[in-house]
């Protein structure tokens, strides 16, 4: 299993607040992402990165910002959270040294609820 | 737009048969790469098999196969003998061309199997 790993697991919050969650990778991968999870809708790409400080806009990015200050850590965060935001987020890694090497590993997601 | 459609919302198969999960999926680049993954219902996401648009060849991954008919832009994915252990979600996704976008993944939205014993 890739050595991918996300917290917090569950959070509960209140809508305005600010939240960050974390993704942890032990395999020195390139690239990471971020995606949300919502019934009926798959998994939407929200935010990834292609190497340290280089981050760049998914499909649903509006209300979030990433940052990525080491090859093993991509933040994501809610400025303000809103109700809509309430999903399972999951993170995932790929090496992408080429075609037959990007295929992206997920870590255990993050459950977030907004109030 | 590329796109990926999987049909079929939730299906049911016996225990120890065959059975064949649908995708289709829109795109008018001659490279890009195909998917499957498995969700558990513990949530986490299971990568299974991978094609990419230029293998002559129909990828498999022990009970799984990926059936990919390039003309159709279909890339069904065949489970053999299923096990009970089978019953999940199953999502389809299709990689980007290299580019701007970095080979990004779009999902399908997902079809339930459930293995009846």
């Known amino acids: 299993d890739a050595g991918i790993t996300q917290s917090p697991r569950h959070k509960v919050t209140e809508t305005g607040t600010p939240v960050t969650l974390r993704c942890h990778q032990t395999?020195?991968?390139?690239?990471m992402y971020w995606y949300r999870q919502d019934p009926g809708h798959g998994l939407r790409l929200i935010h990834y990165?292609?190497?340290?400080?280089?981050?760049d806009k998914g499909e649903v990015s509006d209300g979030y910002s990433v940052s990525r200050s080491k090859t093993e850590d991509f933040l994501l965060t809610l400025e303000s959270a809103t109700s809509s935001q309430t999903s399972v987020y999951f993170c995932?890694?790929?090496?992408?040294?080429?075609?037959?090497?990007?295929?992206?590993?997920f870590g255990p997601g993050t459950r977030l609820t907004v109030l | 737009a590329q796109k990926i459609t999987q049909t079929q919302p939730g299906m049911f198969v016996q225990e120890k048969e065959a059975v064949t999960l649908d995708c289709t999926y829109d795109?008018?680049?001659?490279?890009?790469?195909l998917f499957w993954y498995k969700q558990p219902s513990s949530g986490e996401m299971i990568f299974l098999i991978y094609?990419?648009?230029?293998?002559?060849q129909n990828a498999t991954e022990g009970r799984y196969s990926l059936n990919f008919q390039k003309a159709r832009k279909s890339a069904n994915l065949v489970i053999s003998a299923s096990q009970l252990g089978d019953s999940a979600m199953y999502f389809c996704?299709?990689?980007?061309?290299?580019?701007?976008?970095?080979?990004?993944?779009?999902f399908g939205k997902g079809t339930k199997l459930s293995v009846k014993p």
């Open positions: 995932a890694i790929s090496e992408k040294q080429g075609p037959s090497t990007d295929t992206q590993y």
């Open positions: 395999e020195n991968h390139r690239y």
């Open positions: 990165s292609y190497g340290v400080k280089d981050t």
């Open positions: 795109t008018s680049d001659q490279s890009y790469g």
């Open positions: 094609q990419g648009s230029y293998d002559e």
């Open positions: 996704a299709m990689r980007e061309p290299y580019g701007g976008s970095q080979g990004n993944l779009i």
